[in-house]
């Protein structure tokens, strides 16, 4: 349904003048006076994002805004303020809404982000927690999935895979990173990964009109994957595949001309290491190189919306 | 739980020097380089915003927009744009969203407003809808709910009563009204009526640390109202009290000093009618004057968070 709606929306929502980046990116860009305004939303809800009565509320609330200002990250765009509106139910409400302020307000604590209001509700339904972030582009400019062109280096930061087992609520956003790349580095496009590595990485292609050549053993997979590979579940999935096509790990995908992807691995200037793991080609779609330099068509993997 | 809540937050959300405007007022108002940024934020959900089955869903969406845009013409701010956030049942969810989309984009196209992009799920619970409007300040400042001083007179917009008749949904944000007042005439303080009349006016009086007298035979009584007050139903009453307290009339309150209220008024230069209900006293809380001078106290009446 949302995928259907999507391709809707995108031929319903007009072009507009005051666009420098319309809906469809990490953000879209508001032309301003003085710095252009970054904006995007995330909202959350009780069954999906997270399960009431099993997730602690402090992680929920600093999830909800942690996606926002991974989504602000992945445009290099420098964090402004977060409205938050939350529908709660009327039985115990107020204390779901503390523990998830506490934990959105320890976050926007971190990066000095005040919270401009927002509208808080009760009813019978689930809890929902809905953020918009307002962001600022710097002088360096902002950057998009669309961009990367053929000879570009794929730089990651992390590691991939098992966020379910914490990560996809405690990472960290890549905002302070971000701004230090775009501060002294040129990078041609960039997102986050949400849905999955894999999957982030087409979209990025797809952007761009372009493909990209993936060099399995160079990703960086998380312990956290191979925690879970070896777990005794059903279905059984390598770590490798859970890099691939997990998400929510919240990193982010660099798309780099080569002398300075060269510049960018030298430095390591970032405290989160910067990973090659391949590099964009004319021809669409994604393959997988191994270690004789053998390719096959590696298949996009991820949430799907 | 909703107040008590409002009263936690406001205890734990900390200042900002970002803020030239806190959270509390019809928006928030952030620095910026150039204009400042005004943002403000609604979320509708299904049962008490609008029920599922009963209400056409371009009126929802047209509404959800709607009410963020009156917040934004409280603050005497021009609309830049807003993002839209839907969580939507699986079943008949696409539906809804194209139905709610062309109500909102259609008043949308009406303020030449783009939207900026949101988030689209589907989940088994009911329809929520969440906006958030961004706007600008002018060269001529914003308005906040704060500002009254005693023997400033209060105008207002329109006429009151009744709006779960219809005008709930189909209400003209007073956008054009505002930047039209803020350019010609000093206001000192202003609020939109959503939660009703006379508690909205409380709130102005809180805000400002005053109180206010109204003439119940000045007050615009909407045809509405008078049609509602006729209806055979439980409980009945008076078209003024629904004047008073209905809400969701979308009208403008106005601070006005008294010279300005003058020249305001023998002008009238907006399409809708600016009537003159009353004026602002030292002496905290509401009164109700009538033709004789009278005075009684007036219970602030509407909905309550």
Redesign the interface.
């Known amino acids: 349904?949302?995928s259907?709606?999507?391709r809707?929306?995108d031929r319903?929502?007009?072009e507009?003048p005051?666009?420098l980046l319309?809906?469809?990116d990490d953000?879209?860009v508001?032309r301003?006076?003085?710095?252009d305004?970054v904006?995007?939303?995330?909202?959350l809800?009780?069954?999906?994002d997270f399960v009431s009565g099993q997730s602690d509320w402090r992680l929920v609330g600093r999830k909800a805004l942690a996606v926002n200002l991974s989504d602000l990250a992945a445009m290099a765009a420098r964090p402004?303020?977060a409205?938050?509106?939350?529908?709660?139910p009327?039985q115990g409400?107020?204390q779901i809404?503390?523990s998830l302020?506490e934990g959105l307000?320890a976050l926007a604590?971190q990066f000095?982000l005040?919270?401009?209001?927002?509208?808080?509700?009760?009813?019978?339904?689930?809890v929902?927690i809905?953020v918009?972030a307002?962001g600022?582009t710097t002088e360096h400019g902002f950057w998009r999935r669309r961009g990367a062109v053929a000879g570009d280096q794929i730089l990651v930061t992390g590691s991939f895979g098992g966020s379910i087992l914490g990560r996809q609520f405690e990472f960290t956003p890549r905002v302070h990173e971000a701004l230090e790349l775009a501060t002294r580095y040129r990078i041609h496009a960039a997102t986050d990964v949400s849905d999955g590595l894999s999957l982030d990485l087409a979209h990025v292609c797809q952007a761009s009109g372009c493909g990209a050549e993936l060099h399995l053993d160079q990703i960086p997979i998380s312990a956290d994957a191979h925690r879970l590979a070896a777990l005794p579940t059903t279905p059984q999935q390598a770590a490798l595949d859970h890099a691939l096509g997990d998400g929510e790990d919240f990193e982010l995908i660099l798309a780099v001309p080569a002398e300075q992807a060269k510049r960018l691995l030298d430095d390591q200037p970032l405290e989160v290491a910067l990973t090659y793991i391949g590099h964009f080609i004319d021809q669409p779609g994604l393959w997988a190189v191994d270690r004789s330099g053998q390719r096959r068509p590696l298949i996009p993997r991820g949430y799907r919306?």
Chains 1, 2 share one sequence.
Not at 32 to 35: D, F, I, L, N, R
Not at 39 to 43: K, R
Not at 45 to 48: I, L, N, P
């Open positions: 349904m949302e259907e709606f999507l809707w929306l319903h929502l007009p507009h005051r666009f319309g809906p469809g953000a879209a508001l301003w006076s003085g710095e305004c904006v995007t939303s995330d909202m809800h009780d069954g999906t402004v303020a409205v938050v509106s939350l529908l709660l009327r409400g107020l809404a503390k302020y307000l604590d000095d005040p919270i401009a209001g927002g509208d808080t509700n009760s009813w019978d339904g689930p929902v809905s918009t307002i600022k919306h």
